[in-house]
């Protein structure tokens, strides 16, 4: 095992090689760039026997991601912000021909106005594809992720791509501690790709993405939505056995101080950070408080919030996106499924430093609410 | 927990300054990060980069607002951009700068002339790992073999050799 300062962005490109894909279609974009660079120079030394392929656009690298996919192989991409607005359209192709590969996406505002800056708004925006979506906190679960998401992509009751989502430049462009797992134990974990289906199968033939009629298409999209449903059990089962062979345990949620809270923090990716640290500060005041990350954000995780969340009075929900109308995405999902006082606050957007001000200013709102939704930070008319 | 900002210009290496130094103090057995004030890097604009080292993990993301140290790769960045910004009471500034600091300063200020041993041992104005040679003696937050180690493996072949040798160089010329 060795232990190396690294970026996330280069945590994912370890994960990468150690998960041996064949094909990567990739094309650089900010703050995603490095993991093209990186992943660019370990096919160049064989570090990793892939055929990279250099595309014109992300619409075509998604696209080719999927016709490799189909053909039966592990496959992996990145991109971010306006780079996933292009893939939009194929994004959905993706999931509905169930092609199990993996996406990093490095979180990223998306224009106008143009901003290379970080917020979550770029995945949000894909949420409704079909895709699983996790949300990490920092380098080492970055890498930890990606191995897990191929795991989780490729198991039969599944069948659908994955995104693993890490904030641009907080995670991307800053480096921290990082275990990079033995390669022996990596392919115990995840052995190569057999495929349940694919087109070019000469014993087997058979067309993915084709036509279906109103007598065929609920059914096809009923089967994604099983699907989906299943990768709770299969995410939970997959995080056990990483945490069996790595040691390092991950789940749908991760609560931290949430037993006895009367309010709790619900975030997404590595805001989760700071937020821990002001949740020890607050409760070395005496406030009763708690932080529950949500890793899995699609499927969602309703049960394990429940669960988590049963104790407490309010929620405090923080977003770094929004739904125009309607507040934070990850709020409005809450409000819809879980059955608790919740309030909602837009942070962050297009890479505005959040502090432990900021952090606080929430908890102080969600004890005295004065609206339900708050944008925090906004400055001053 | 110690954090430290480095205050340069696009392409003299601040960004991978605070990387080096992060990854040596790594060595030494602490926990750290390091990152970019996170922009559109433009060779010669004022840029600034960040480094916490402690001996627990480093649990927070937000830029570093008041920094234990601050370490000025070009002096003609002080009348640029406050180098003194949300210094704490006990926080040190170190400036390449060949003579002493003469303006009325409300913190400890040190000055080495980085600019004038990259010139002689490197041919070429860049001081990011010789401030940190100093920094490391002046400071003991970390330690010179470390530092050595790190920039041999960051800088290949003769420029690593090099600049571990100006880097040396600095380190000894703290009194």
């Not at chain 1, 009763?288 to 049963?310: M, N, T, W």
């Given at each position: ?7 996330s ?10 998960a ?12 995603q ?8 120079q370990?096919?160049a030394d064989?570090?990793i026997?892939?055929?990279?392929i ?44 169930r ?18 800056w970080?917020?979550?708004?770029d995945?949000i ?6 895709w ?17 998401a191929?795991?989780?992509?490729e ?16 995670l ?14 990596v392919d ?14 000469t014993?087997?033939?058979?067309s993915?993405?084709t036509?279906a009629d ?5 059914e096809a ?11 709770k ?12 062979k ?7 949620v ?13 975030a ?12 020890d ?34 929620l405090?929900?923080v977003?770094k ?17 879980i ?22 200013e929430?908890y102080?709102?969600?004890k ?11 400055k001053?008319? | ?28 057995g602490?926990y ?7 922009g559109?890097?433009r ?16 649990e927070?993301?937000?830029?570093v607002?008041?920094?234990d ?9 002080m009348?640029v ?11 040190e ?7 002493e600091?003469?303006?009325a300063?409300t913190?400890?200020v ?7 041993i ?9 001081v990011?790992?010789?401030i940190l ?14 530092l ?8 290949l ?5 090099l600049?571990?040798?100006?880097t ?8």
């Amino acid at each position: 095992m060795v232990k190396e300062v690294m970026t996330s962005n280069k945590a994912v490109a370890e994960a990468v090689r150690l998960a041996k894909p064949q094909v990567i279609p990739v094309y650089p974009i900010t703050p995603q760039t490095t993991i093209s660079e990186y992943l660019a120079q370990y096919v160049a030394d064989e570090k990793i026997d892939a055929k990279y392929i250099k595309v014109e656009s992300e619409h075509s690298a998604i696209s080719a991601s999927v016709g490799a996919s189909g053909a039966g192989v592990r496959v992996f991409t990145a991109t971010s912000s306006q780079g996933l607005m292009l893939m939009h359209e194929i994004l959905f192709a993706a999931a509905g021909m169930r092609t199990p590969f993996v996406l990093a996406d490095a979180n990223r505002a998306i224009s106008a106005p143009l901003n290379i800056w970080n917020d979550q708004q770029d995945s949000i925006a894909q949420r409704d594809a079909g895709w699983l979506q996790i949300y990490v906190e920092n380098a080492q679960e970055a890498l930890d992720t990606t191995l897990m998401a191929y795991k989780v992509s490729e198991n039969p009751k599944i069948l659908l791509p994955s995104m693993v989502c890490l904030d641009g430049f907080i995670l991307t462009h800053t480096v921290e501690p990082v275990e990079i797992p033995e390669q022996e134990l990596v392919d115990e974990f995840l052995p190569p790709y057999k495929p349940e289906h694919s087109f070019i199968d000469t014993e087997t033939p058979m067309s993915i993405g084709t036509f279906a009629d109103p007598e065929n298409y609920l059914e096809a999209r009923h089967d994604m939505q099983v699907a989906m449903d299943n990768a709770k059990e299969v995410i939970q089962q997959t995080c056990d056995e990483f945490a069996e062979k790595f040691g390092r345990q991950y789940g749908l949620v991760d609560a931290y101080k949430c037993d006895d809270a009367e309010i709790i923090y619900v975030a997404m990716g590595s805001i989760c950070s700071t937020i821990r640290a002001i949740v020890d500060e607050l409760r070395e005041a005496g406030e009763k408080v708690g932080l529950l990350k949500i890793r899995a954000y699609r499927p969602f995780p309703v049960e394990a919030i429940e669960e988590a969340v049963v104790n407490c009075d309010k929620l405090a929900v923080v977003d770094k996106n929004v739904t125009f109308g309607n507040g934070g995405a990850l709020f409005t999902d809450i409000k819809a499924k879980i059955h608790k006082d919740a309030y909602g606050f837009i942070v962050g957007l297009g890479g505005r430093d959040i502090t432990p001000k900021e952090i606080k200013e929430i908890y102080e709102k969600t004890k005295n609410p004065v609206k339900e939704v708050t944008w925090i930070g906004l400055k001053e008319e | 927990m110690i954090e430290i900002r480095f205050h340069g210009r696009g392409g003299q290496g601040a960004v991978t300054a605070a990387e080096i130094l992060a990854k040596a103090a790594f060595l030494d057995g602490k926990y750290v990060q390091a990152f970019p004030f996170f922009g559109v890097e433009r060779r010669g604009a004022p840029v600034m980069s960040f480094t916490r080292i402690d001996d627990e993990p480093v649990e927070i993301r937000y830029q570093v607002y008041n920094p234990d140290y601050v370490l000025v790769l070009d002096d003609g960045l002080m009348n640029v951009v406050d180098v003194f910004s949300g210094l704490k009471e006990n926080s040190e500034v170190i400036i390449n700068l060949a003579e002493e600091y003469k303006a009325a300063a409300t913190h400890k200020v040190h000055t080495i002339d980085a600019t004038g041993i990259a010139l002689e041992m490197l041919g070429r104005n860049i001081v990011n790992t010789i401030i940190l040679g100093y920094f490391a003696k002046k400071t003991g937050v970390v330690s010179l073999d470390s530092l050595i180690q790190v920039i041999k493996e960051t800088f290949l072949g003769k420029v690593g050799d090099l600049n571990a040798e100006a880097t040396k160089k600095a380190y000894e010329m703290v009194k």
